[in-house]
């Protein structure tokens, strides 16, 4: 079965795509990635989808509108993955996260745009989309849903193994055995892009390279003023977004120190920020690999100061598991579709914190009867993954 999965993540700076061919042996599953691609949002979408983002109010007109462009991005990311890789059998839209309500250590709600509708008309294939609500419904945080892929991936990696995703988000799914766990540790590149977008330093929207960071010092009163943030001493499972972490939260965080750094000084302190609450984690995990994937892997800053922090530590990209570091979100979402699909959970108890494990989506027919495979009584014990 041939999937495609699409996500635009807390970066919102485009949509990733990975058409992958799944083949189930026995306890076995193997994936054979094909097309990958990042198409990024038009600018002006890019902005506008920015500026309706919280703490900002927003209009149910505005939540439309961008319902109906993002949903035709993605059509057309779709319908040019499939001009690529040929026909698919199932598309999984993630959509785009624009609010993860959680309260009182709990998610109540996420609501992710981007109509499935339009990809399913483009298209003709029939689209697997909000993905998320499920397993909140049972409990769970609806995150980090990459934490199944994690689990088939890593689970036979002895002395226990952790995987890191660095998107506008850092979370890591921890798998030692048969126990696995995964949260939210914080930002990875949320505010780091914030400042970098919000003061135009260099036109990019992100510290490409880490040039930026690099060119910096530390300000070790604004670092420790990050640091005593509340949300990094909650038990896990948690989950977080930019709902917490946005140019605001850096502001107020300035406000605090009562000076300015210089705007360099202030990137590499909150690259420091990262590095230091990544490390923690990784350290109160007690693993002996770290598997890296996200925009946050490509900043060498970022992985010299985890290596750095992490002796007797294996800092490797996911690239090294068959996963390619950009695209391993998207064939998350590939899994979860071939999942669903075949009536098996997307998610594992301890990688969201729901009661059980949940079947995830929501079907959009294509352009004939809706087929799915025959389902499947157990799900896969591992995965692998190749080109």
């Not at 807390?10 to 058409?19: K, P, R």
């Not at 400042?195 to 930026?212: A, K, Q």
């Not at 943030?229 to 107020?252: I, M, N, R």
């Not at 294509?366 to 025959?374: D, K, R, T, Y």
């Amino acid at each position: 079965m041939r999937v495609l999965g699409m996500i635009s993540g807390t970066s919102h700076d485009g949509i990733d795509v990975a058409a992958v061919d799944f083949e189930a042996s026995g306890g076995l599953l193997e994936g054979r990635v094909g097309h990958t691609a990042s198409t990024p949002y038009p600018a002006e979408l890019r902005a506008r989808l920015i500026a309706a983002l919280p703490p900002a109010p927003a209009t149910l007109a505005e939540v439309c509108v961008l319902d109906t462009l993002i949903g035709q991005s993605f059509a057309d990311a779709a319908q040019a993955a499939i001009a690529e890789c040929g026909p698919v059998d199932l598309v999984v839209s993630h959509g785009q996260t624009v609010y993860h309500w959680v309260e009182g250590a709990h998610a109540r709600g996420t609501l992710q745009i981007g109509q499935p509708a339009w990809i399913a008309e483009r298209t003709g294939v029939p689209v697997l989309s909000d993905v998320r609500i499920r397993d909140i419904t049972a409990g769970g945080h609806g995150a980090p849903l990459v934490s199944v892929l994690d689990g088939l991936l890593l689970g036979a990696h002895e002395g226990g193994a952790a995987a890191l995703n660095l998107g506008g988000i850092a979370n890591m799914t921890v798998v030692r055995d048969s126990d696995l766990y995964a949260y939210d540790i914080g930002p990875a590149n949320a505010l780091i892009d914030a400042v970098v977008t919000s003061r135009g330093l260099n036109g990019l929207g992100f510290d490409e390279g880490g040039r930026i960071a690099a060119s910096g010092r530390v300000d070790p009163r604004l670092l420790e003023v990050l640091l005593d943030e509340p949300y990094y001493g909650l038990a896990a499972p948690k989950s977080t977004g930019k709902e917490l972490f946005h140019l605001g939260y850096v502001e107020a965080a300035l406000a605090e120190t009562g000076h300015r750094p210089a705007d360099a000084d202030l990137v590499a302190t909150l690259t420091e920020l990262t590095v230091r609450t990544v490390a923690r984690d990784v350290r109160a995990a007690g693993v002996d690999a770290l598997v890296v994937s996200g925009g946050g892997c490509r900043n060498p800053v970022i992985m010299e100061g985890l290596r750095a922090a992490l002796p007797g530590v294996d800092v490797a990209p996911s690239d090294d598991y068959g996963a390619p570091a950009d695209d391993k979100e998207a064939i998350a979402f590939a899994l979860i579709g071939w999942l669903s699909a075949h009536g098996l959970p997307g998610t594992v108890p301890g990688g969201t914190g729901a009661r059980a494990p949940r079947v995830l989506g929501t079907l959009t027919p294509g352009a004939g009867p809706l087929v799915l495979p025959a389902p499947l009584a157990v799900p896969p014990r591992s995965l692998v993954l190749t080109r």
